[in-house]
């Protein structure tokens, strides 16, 4: 199949600041594919320049073969954006707010009525239709937001961090829509910081990080990049970790992956068997393990291994 985007070289600057620095990706027509890292990594600014909000410093981009910059019109056609914060009217009730959509977008108010019960009817939204969005939770504001970017069926619809500061249930909701949406054969271009999210959901995806991609592939490739397994491990006692860490590196060598959860630690393995070897130097030297257990290296491993620092560390970085 061909690719819905590409792109290559992508650079965009901010006076001295460089939010993109070189960016190539290359995405599948009808796949899920998830932009990864922290906050200000510059996955945000990648969405907006491929749904033309932003024009790049250097470098192309195309979205299903038309240039972002020169075929700016012909992108906005075919692809619909949904950004952080819900868009829609909280004024206006949850059917107003999707006929008005349609209006805006050419229906007829027939048609457009029509389309806001289908959708809401699909999202669950039905029962809440006539009640102001305001009253919404924040897992309707999102459903209802996303619902608004598909009045009209997009052949590429990007999703900058939807379940960013959802519940669990909601972001399982919002799952549930973003596996529908690309099963009816929309390219789905996600963001997040969530590492299970993108996990979940993506085909492939791509590790961003100050404006760099620093790895790219499914899932299961990028956790065969830090490790064929790993072992995981729960001290009773964080103030153990540093000698735990000094007796499993004695045994493994290079393979302890930084976290920043003091009682946990996670170790490459060549072959499982390796695990009883360092269970027990542990239980010889007297060091206390809770818990652990022998399995794939998680996302958040893999992000460790690349940047050697947690998603979370730079949760406060200025998008710029």
């Known amino acids: 199949m061909s690719n819905a985007i590409e792109t290559s070289g992508l650079v965009k600057t901010f006076g001295t600041t460089r939010a993109l620095d070189g960016v190539d990706l290359r995405i599948r027509e009808g796949s899920v594919y998830g932009l990864l890292g922290p906050n200000g990594a510059g996955k945000t600014t990648v969405i907006r320049i491929l749904a033309t909000l932003l024009r790049p410093t250097a470098g192309t981009a195309t979205v299903l073969g038309h240039d972002v910059v020169r075929e700016a019109r012909a992108v906005r056609r075919k692809v619909s954006l949904t950004g952080q914060y819900a868009s829609v009217d909280e004024d206006l009730n949850g059917h107003e707010n999707l006929v008005l959509v349609g209006r805006l977008l050419g229906l007829s108010w027939r048609g457009a009525r029509q389309r806001a019960s289908e959708l809401l009817e699909a999202f669950g939204l039905s029962e809440a239709a006539g009640r102001q969005v305001q009253t919404y939770s924040g897992g309707m504001r999102r459903r209802i937001d996303i619902a608004a970017s598909l009045v009209a069926i997009p052949e590429v619809l990007f999703l ?28 789905v271009l996600l963001t997040t910081q969530y590492l299970d999210e993108a ?3 993506a085909e ?3 590790v961003i990080d100050h404006g760099r991609v620093i790895a790219e592939g499914t899932s299961r490739e990028l956790k065969a990049s830090v490790g064929a397994s790993a072992l995981h491990l729960r001290l009773a006692s964080a103030d153990q970790r540093g000698r735990a860490q000094e007796l499993i590196t004695r045994v493994l060598g290079d393979g302890v992956l930084p976290g920043p959860d003091q009682t946990v630690l996670a170790a490459r393995l060549t072959n499982p068997s390796q695990a009883a070897a360092v269970l027990a130097v542990l239980t010889e030297d007297s060091v206390d393990v809770a818990e652990f257990s022998v399995g794939n290296p998680t996302l ?14 730079s949760a406060q970085e200025a998008q710029p």
Do not use: K, M
């Open 160 to 187: 900058d961090e939807p379940t960013t500061g959802l519940d669990p249930r909601s972001r399982s909701q919002v799952w549930e829509l973003v596996r529908r949406i690309a099963s009816a054969g929309t390219t």
């Open 204 to 206: 492939r995806l791509a």
């Open 199 to 201: 996990d979940r959901l």
């Open 300 to 313: 958040d491993e893999v992000f460790f291994a690349l940047t050697g620092r947690a998603a979370e560390d």
